[in-house]
């Protein structure tokens, strides 16, 4: 009896402390994400999907905590899952309403990264999950693979310059499959000039899409209202 206390005390203790170690963690991502209330950005973006060619477009993309985050760009389409590109984690490491659970150690592009699987609380949320790699050393996010309920699954990479105190990305990488997401209604597509789109009857598993989007520079609390966003 005493033999199966000690086990069971010994498998218990590893477990409290990697929960306590995780929750650190996100405590210190979010003090550090919780100095930006909001920016303005400009930059650019480029969509990459198998069956459209969308020229290169120069964008102003606006952020503020919680959750609001739109692109403006000129004509066109933005092909980003809902609730994508920064949104997510900003949005989830703001609020707080997250379970956090320790899912070890993997290598990313050669650095070792602090795997986490992050839960939302609120059963109305789009995510589902969100598993984050994270560079403990310089507390950022450099990748993050979320799964929704609307649009599967999909990839963010982010890599970090200038804004990397701030948590901000110099550039974002957005990858998922195309027959997971739902366009929104009444959306038409521009294509480059004198290309065609290419062949519409592809397979859906060879449907890939990818999101660039290349920020040049912040500007960092600004105060945006509503009448911003619209």
């Known amino acids: 009896m ?4 000690a086990l069971l005390f010994t498998l218990f203790i590893p477990q409290c402390l990697s929960a306590q170690d995780v929750d650190a963690l996100m405590k210190k991502l979010r003090l550090k994400m919780d100095v930006v209330n909001d920016y303005r950005a400009t930059g650019r973006l480029k969509t990459d999907v198998s069956f459209l060619r969308v020229p290169v477009s120069r964008i102003q993309v606006l952020y503020r905590k919680p959750d609001k985050f739109h692109i403006k760009k000129d004509g066109g389409i933005s092909l980003l899952p809902k609730g994508g590109i920064s949104v997510n984690l900003n949005a ?83 990858t998922f499959n195309t027959k997971d997401y739902k366009l929104p209604k009444g959306i038409t597509f521009e294509y480059d000039p004198g290309q065609k789109p290419a062949d519409p009857k592809a397979k859906p598993a060879d449907k890939k899409g990818r999101v660039e989007i290349s920020y040049d520079v912040y500007s960092i609390n600004p105060g945006l209202k509503d009448a911003d966003f619209k």
């Open 2 to 5: 005493m033999l199966r206390v």
């Open 92 to 174: 989830l490491l703001a609020t707080g309403n997250v379970a956090a659970i320790d899912a070890g150690v993997a290598s990313l592009k050669g650095t070792a990264m602090r795997m986490v699987k992050v839960l939302p609380t609120d059963e109305k949320t789009d995510i589902i999950l969100s598993t984050l790699y994270i560079d403990e050393q310089k507390l950022l996010i450099r990748k993050a693979v979320t799964t929704t309920r609307e649009n599967g699954t999909y990839e963010m990479e982010m890599d970090y310059g200038k804004y990397a105190g701030y948590g901000l990305p110099d550039k974002v990488v957005v």
